[in-house]
């Protein structure tokens, strides 16, 4: 399928690696013209000249701590009228509510919740005028189904689906839309990493609870991220106009409600 938008630009966060890394490749693959943007230049220098190889898109990069306003200011020069815009930033520690200060809080807030709002606000208005948009902010499935042990998370990605929800609706009547995509557990270092702290808490062995959360997904297996880079690239697409303000779950079923 033709998604329409060779040619366009689009930034992605995150994009050196797992999940960002998947919605670059498919991104990139359609012609789009993407920046990388995350803190490891090595990581983000390989992953452009890997994608780069095959793409039908330029494929640049910025080194760039998107929480701080220098970050956004350095992603904003490298590509000031983007098409596209992916938020995605790794989500806080796991943990007990009781351990985390003011500090832990306002850090997560700043990286999964106000520097998505602060890139939208500095790219949108462009986006009205050119009567082409789309923003996707990747969060996570915690969002429908939230546990204590991702508090930080789970509070911080919920006051940017909040946001978004009033704001969508006011701009999709110029052709911007925006959406949030929630990843379930995809098979990337951040869950790898997220499981040995998850077996370290409860002291439990590392590979039983990673076969344990493997097996409790209906679809007996972890998300690629490829087929969620899939995914995204269509909401980014030129024919996904009229889908605007919706929180897409790629969980392999793992959510049990219907709404």
């Known amino acids: 399928m033709d998604l329409g938008i060779a040619g366009r630009s689009a930034i992605?966060?995150?994009?050196?690696?797992?999940?960002?890394?998947?919605?670059?490749?498919?991104?990139?693959?359609?012609?789009?013209?993407v920046l990388l943007a995350a803190r490891s230049e090595d990581r983000l220098r390989q992953t452009a000249e890997a994608l780069g190889a095959t793409a039908s898109g330029k494929v640049t990069w910025v080194v760039a701590d998107v929480t701080t306003d220098a970050g956004r200011d350095a992603v904003l020069a490298a590509c000031p009228q983007p098409d596209i815009l992916v938020n995605n930033a790794g989500g806080p520690p796991p943990g007990d509510f009781r351990s985390w200060s003011r500090e832990d809080w306002i850090k997560a807030v700043d990286a999964n919740m106000l520097a998505p709002i602060f890139l939208?606000?500095?790219?949108?208005?462009?986006?009205?005028?050119?009567?082409?948009?789309?923003?996707?902010?990747?969060?996570?499935?915690?969002?429908?189904?939230?546990?204590a042990i991702l508090g930080l998370s789970n509070g911080a990605r919920a006051g940017l689906t909040g946001f978004v929800g009033g704001l969508s609706r006011d701009v999709v009547q110029h052709n911007v839309t925006i959406n949030n995509v929630l990843p379930g557990q995809f098979d990337t270092d951040r869950l790898r990493s997220n499981h040995a702290r998850f077996a370290q808490v409860s002291g439990r062995d590392p590979d039983q609870l990673r076969d344990g959360a493997r097996n409790r997904i209906p679809a007996k297996r972890f998300g690629?991220?490829?087929?969620?880079?899939?995914?995204?690239?269509?909401?980014c697409s030129a024919q996904s106009g009229f889908i605007t303000g919706q929180n897409l779950l790629l969980d392999g079923g793992e959510y049990p409600g219907l709404l």
């Open 120 to 147: 939208i606000k500095s790219t949108l208005d462009g986006m009205i005028a050119r009567r082409f948009g789309r923003i996707v902010n990747i969060t996570s499935h915690m969002v429908k189904a939230p546990a």
């Open 12 to 33: 992605v966060c995150g994009g050196s690696a797992g999940l960002g890394r998947g919605v670059a490749a498919a991104l990139a693959a359609d012609g789009v013209n």
């Open 224 to 235: 690629d991220p490829s087929e969620f880079g899939a995914a995204c690239a269509f909401l």
